[in-house]
């Protein structure tokens, strides 16, 4: 039960690989957001993610690898998802793929489907750490499921830092892009599907695949277009949230972007002054945990984000901050 974060030396990335033979859990960084790892071929480490996380055990895991080559030991590449790969990896970009008869993940990580989704994160502690385990690595985002994502080790500790289970969070300061990865899907004869926007923009995929990625289905969907993660209501913190705001009201806090802004909220953070997505991405988890923790009850009032390149999948991340809690 790791009550501060480990700095990221080569002595403390031997002992987190350690961890994770032994099948503990480790919490460490990517560039996209903190990931809470686990041994991808131990059923009971896998176990201990969702316990930990208090995940629906339904909803499946990005598996973490080294390379493309370690990827191809467990999954079956079509033609585009290598074209992607050699585009984008190492990266925000996590493919989903049919599951190899013999690999030894363990079938929670699937979550009754019969793919994995799989990435080489951009990031050379977790590079260093994924080699020290020497064996694949489930995690998803290192938060209490439901709650935002973590793009410090301090947001890690706040969330999981009770957890018995938890043996040691790597830190290695903040995540450069703060939005996780996106998730593209190949469903067998059909064109790739975007189940989540993330860290690389639809925009940039297409360009390299020469064509549109379709849309998933809402969650449930037939014809593999789902994804079981896409619950309507996450990344929620504690406090109403109100989006595409004009204007503000007195008694909300705001989360504004650009230059023009409202006045009169009773506490503002600013996503970019300048208006840049891709400061507004990595601002994007940390502010809303600030002003969630001054809000004392307030509403979250969030000014419009465009929609292009990473502006989707903030978008789609506020969307969900803002849902009905269930
Ligand atoms: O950036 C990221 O992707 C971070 C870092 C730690 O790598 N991880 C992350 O994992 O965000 P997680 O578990 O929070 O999100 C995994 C997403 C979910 O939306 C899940 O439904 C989808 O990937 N997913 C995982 N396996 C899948 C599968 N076999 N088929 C369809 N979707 C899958
Ligand atoms: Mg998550």
């Known amino acids: 039960m790791p009550a501060e974060p480990c700095s990221a030396t080569v002595e403390n990335i031997e002992r987190a690989g350690a961890f994770l033979q032994a099948g503990r859990l480790v919490a460490f960084p990517t560039e ?14 896998v176990a201990g993610i969702f316990e930990a996380k208090g995940r629906p055990s339904f909803n499946p895991l990005i598996v973490h690898v080294p390379d493309e080559t370690t990827a191809r030991l467990h999954v079956h590449f079509t033609p585009e998802a290598a074209k992607l790969a050699a585009a984008f990896w190492p990266g925000g970009l996590t493919l989903v ?18 793919t ?9 502690i977790a590079l260093a750490m994924l080699r020290a385990a020497a064996r694949p690595i489930a995690a998803p985002s290192a938060n209490a499921s439901g709650k935002m994502s973590p793009t410090e080790a301090g947001h890690v500790i706040e969330s ?3 957890s018995e289970l938890l043996a040691m969070v790597l830190d290695a300061g903040s995540c450069r892009i703060g939005l996780e990865s996106t998730v593209v899907g190949f469903p067998e004869g059909e064109t790739p599907v975007l189940l989540r926007p993330g860290a690389i923009s639809r925009e940039e995929i297409e360009l390299v695949l020469g064509r549109g990625l379709a849309d998933a289905e809402p969650a449930g969907g037939e014809a593999g277009r789902s994804s079981p993660g896409q619950l309507a209501s996450h990344y929620a913190p504690d406090v109403p949230v109100r ?5 503000v009201h007195p008694d909300e806090v705001l989360l504004a972007f650009g230059y023009h802004i409202p006045e009169s909220a009773h506490a503002t953070l600013n996503l970019s002054p300048s208006g840049d997505l891709r400061e507004a991405a990595a601002n994007l988890f940390t502010m809303l945990r600030t002003l969630n923790a001054h809000a004392e009850g307030r509403t979250i009032a969030v000014m419009p984000i465009p929609h292009h ?4 999948a903030i978008n789609d991340r506020l969307k969900r901050a803002a849902a009905p809690r269930t």
């Open 160 to 162: 999981l830092g009770h």
């Open 32 to 45: 996209t957001v903190y990931g809470l790892g686990a041994d991808a071929t131990d059923d009971r480490a």
């Open 97 to 114: 793929l049919p599951r190899k008869k013999k690999t030894p993940i363990s079938l929670l990580v699937s979550a009754g489907l019969d």
């Open 309 to 312: 390149g990473l502006g989707a």
């Open 116 to 124: 994995i989704a799989i990435r080489v994160p951009d990031h050379d």
């Open 243 to 247: 989006l595409d705001a004009v204007n």
